[in-house]
């Protein structure tokens, strides 16, 4: 009798620490579900601070990861539909296949699957997530005070690097000359002053937003948007200079609001004095003056752009495959000797890449994209983050991102994810306005 006591007792240990194990194990999980809007927060700003050329620990796709697991988790507690078909899905599917069917074909090139991942995987994926993320209007304010927050880190890094006080800048590498681009200017955590330049002109757009919605006031709010003509600036980048320019314009003569056409004379004021600013010193007026009078750089892309057609019309419907054109490019252009080149555009490069086929693909994404700034408004969302004026501002946000497009590939995770992640909640807006029906 005893030892069938003691057998049953241990049986009852054996099974409390078998719940135990199994609770602590899954604990973890339940937070993942729990507030899956912060973690896609956490793994935007993941991308934001790890960039390719720094070796360190794949902290973006271990934050891409857990987002993934947490959702499709909480999707399934909650019997959520995980995956909506959306038009935008299919060029989106379209092309992805086409690059994934040429890396498969190639040696495995740890760079080259990052570069599928930044360009393609990683934006159709948080597109469909953001529709199951962003679903009420608490969870789009955290969104939103999230953008105010990278502009006020990115503002503040860039000026930071105007003025000379590098010892304010963080993450370190950003100051690393031996990594990424144009490490005499304002370049961010993304290495490249072109993709600094997009991100702080699609988050400025943003602030006017939230200025516009009374969600930042007084103080603060002059602070963070009087800092962003003098990021801008700060770039030391003629494209992202023109794109700000034609933004501001844009907003000021397109825009019914008032308040959101006023906060843009004012952009237009401190850009001014950012500039006199600049003028009165010797070093950054010379250095000023030096970018608008250099020719080199366009020179540069001309021939550049001769030597992609040139590979387009060798092969016009197949093209070249994902991520060969910087190892072939060189054979094509005259005058320079460097053993890789990249083309500086993104449609040219999809276009040589993936022949016609592709450049149709994605010419029907961004139209599709486009369409979303169409869709319906929930009467409970007339003023909420995705309002009226939100709709109206979606086409200048996607204009900053394509007329950049023209000068740089868009391969930075970053700038890619914020751009689908808000295409994926106006998505969901759409759907949640056709259910209300």
Do not use: C
Not at 18 to 32: C, D, H, I, K, Y
Not at 382 to 398: A, C, K, T
């Amino acid at each position: 009798m005893h030892s069938i006591s003691l057998r049953a007792a241990r049986l009852e240990i054996g099974v409390d620490f078998s719940v135990w194990a199994a609770e602590a194990a899954l604990r973890p999980l339940q937070a993942l579900m729990a507030a899956p809007s912060l973690f896609f927060l956490a793994a935007l700003t993941a991308m934001l601070l790890r960039n390719q050329n720094v070796p360190f620990y794949e902290i973006d796709r271990v934050a891409f990861g857990l987002l993934v697991i947490g959702v499709v988790g909480r999707a399934m507690v909650l019997r959520q539909r995980l995956f909506v078909v959306e038009r935008i899905t299919w060029p989106m599917a379209g092309l992805a296949a086409l690059a994934l069917a040429s890396v498969l074909g190639q040696p495995f090139d740890n760079e080259t699957w990052s570069l599928l991942a930044s360009k393609l995987i990683v934006p159709f994926v948080l597109f469909h997530v953001a529709g199951l993320v962003f679903t009420d209007e608490k969870r789009l304010r955290q969104f939103e005070v999230f953008a105010l927050v990278v502009l006020a880190y990115l503002s503040f890094t860039a000026i930071a690097f105007l003025v000379g006080a590098k010892a304010l800048i963080f993450p370190r590498f950003i100051l690393d000359e031996t990594l990424g681009f144009h490490a005499d200017r304002a370049r961010g955590p993304f290495l490249q002053a072109v993709a600094n330049g997009v991100s702080l002109n699609i988050l400025g757009l943003l602030a006017l937003h939230a200025f516009r919605r009374g969600e930042v006031r007084g103080l603060k709010s002059a602070v963070l948007l009087a800092s962003v003509p003098i990021a801008i600036l700060a770039t030391m980048t003629r494209a992202v200079w023109l794109s700000f320019a034609g933004t501001v314009l844009a907003l000021i003569l397109v825009s019914k609001n008032r308040t959101l056409r006023l906060a843009s004379a004012g952009l237009v004021l401190m850009a001014g004095v950012g500039l006199l600013a600049v003028l009165s010193s010797h070093e950054s007026a010379s250095a000023l003056s030096d970018r608008l009078e250099e020719r080199g750089p366009v020179e540069f892309r001309v021939a550049v752009y001769a030597g992609s057609w040139d590979m387009f019309l060798e092969r016009p419907l197949t093209g070249w495959g994902f991520h060969q054109m910087p190892a072939e490019l060189p054979r094509y252009v005259y005058g320079y000797k460097d053993k890789v080149l990249y083309p500086h555009n993104t449609y040219l490069e999809l276009l040589v890449e993936h022949g016609v086929v592709g450049l149709a693909l994605y010419l029907w994404l961004m139209w599709e994209m486009w369409r979303l700034g169409g869709g319906s408004i929930p009467a409970a969302e007339e003023r909420g983050f995705l309002d009226s004026q939100f709709h109206r501002m979606w086409p200048i946000l996607l204009a900053v991102y394509w007329v950049n497009a023209a000068l740089v590939v868009m391969s930075y995770q970053f700038v890619n994810a914020l751009v689908f992640t808000m295409a994926g909640m106006l998505a969901a807006q759409r759907r949640r306005a056709q259910e209300s029906r």
